[in-house]
């Protein structure tokens, strides 16, 4: 059964262009030492971190060093300031690949939680994003800018909203996507729901896209929008349907396509609790247990939002950790939603210096107490966080 229009417009809200500012920042636990609580890392501080545990993809190393040398993980300790980490565990950056941005203090409040990577799923102008990215120190983002929409939707409502994304044809997909890359999106974003854009179009949007070499993202919420992605050829499905479970078969389409799962549990949990016909939880939690029985890739997103008007607001930062708390509900192992907020999304979006604790790769690192691979609410005992070799502070005042 497909989510009346009612219903439908609601959800669609979900993806609105922007997000809207956080009221706080979550406060990071004692740091490892007192040494290290003095000396916080500064841009081009070379450090070691002795005496730490390495999730490494697989397991949990024995205790080891890892070096910080200009914002890298490096090779020699040689006259590196040393940070007794005590057998804490050290991840990789957390990567969120779901949000929506705000302002400078979405990018706080995700650093401050361990996110040092934030995938946006829609937000404008460009100007605002561009004001967001490679900020020192706080969590790197990409962005998919403005989204493809179909006339009379919630965003084509929204003042200001650009006109030349609201498509009535396909003839319309090469500007609209040639547009997005003059702005600096990173990949394209498509609001596929019912009724909406129609399927020559979504598949005229995706051609465009891959043409200019970038991925695809499609917004669907319903067995039927899924299936309308997966015909299209995106990349990446974002959400899972709520109106029933993925079967078997649809799952499997996931894997003999290649196309990303990214479900967002944390926002269909919230939508599921608001008792609206039509949006069941049990759907969506279904649907990732198929696509995971199904082989296919799992990315951890939250659809962390303040935007006005929607009633399921994910905090910045704080909400990755219980979606990947969700994922496993839902029949992921533990090592899988790691990896579903560390190697995985870093391979599916081409980020090739970042999701593993390597020489060479980003210093975004994350230290934390506990062994998350035996209880994945490990991941909430953040201890210090560095982004690009910078270790996080928390704002004050």
Request: proline share 6%.
């Amino acid at each position: 059964m497909c989510i009346n229009h009612t219903n439908r417009r609601d959800f669609l809200k979900i993806t609105a262009a922007t997000g809207a500012a956080v009221a706080g920042v979550s406060a990071l636990a004692a740091p490892a030492s007192a040494d290290a609580h003095d000396h916080a890392a500064q841009p081009g501080d070379k450090m070691a971190l002795t005496n730490v545990r390495i999730f490494d993809g697989d397991q949990i190393t024995s205790r080891r060093t890892v070096v910080i040398e200009n914002g890298r993980i490096g090779i020699s300790t040689l006259g590196a300031r040393r940070i007794d980490c005590g057998g804490a565990v050290l991840l990789p950056g957390l990567t969120d690949a779901h949000i929506h941005l705000r302002d400078v203090n979405t990018l706080h409040a995700l650093a401050g939680s361990g996110v040092t990577t934030g995938l946006d799923m829609a937000t404008f102008p460009p100007s605002l994003v561009n004001s967001l990215r490679g900020l020192p120190g706080l969590t790197d983002i990409r962005s998919a800018g403005t989204p493809a929409v179909a006339p009379g939707s919630p965003q084509s409502q929204i003042p200001a909203f650009p006109s030349d994304a609201v498509l009535t044809a396909p003839e319309q997909a090469t500007q609209f996507v040639r547009s997005r890359v003059a702005e600096g999106s990173d990949y394209i974003k498509i609001i596929i729901d019912e009724p909406g854009l129609s399927p020559e179009t979504i598949k005229a949007v995706t051609t465009a896209a891959h043409s200019a070499g970038k991925l695809v993202m499609a917004h669907a919420t319903s067995t039927a929008t899924v299936v309308r992605a997966l015909d299209a050829g995106v990349d990446m499905i974002h959400h899972v349907p709520m109106d029933s479970a993925l079967s078997a078969s649809v799952a499997a389409r996931y894997v003999s396509s290649g196309t990303v799962a990214v479900p967002t549990l944390t926002m269909m949990e919230g939508f599921g609790n608001l008792g609206i016909p039509g949006m069941n939880y049990a759907a969506a939690e279904g649907s990732v247990t198929a696509l995971r029985r199904a082989g296919a890739r799992i990315l951890a997103g939250t659809d962390s939002n303040l935007t006005p008007g929607i009633p399921v607001q994910p905090p910045y930062g704080i909400s990755l950790h219980h979606e990947l708390e969700l994922l496993v509900r839902a029949g992921l192992t533990t090592r899988e939603a790691l990896r579903a907020t560390t190697s995985l999304p870093a391979q599916a979006f081409g980020l090739r210096d970042r999701g593993a604790v390597r020489i060479g790769n980003r210093a975004d690192l994350v230290l934390i107490d506990g062994d998350p691979l035996a209880d994945i609410t490990a991941t909430r005992a953040v201890r210090r966080v560095w982004v690009g070799g910078i270790e996080y502070a928390p704002v004050t005042g």
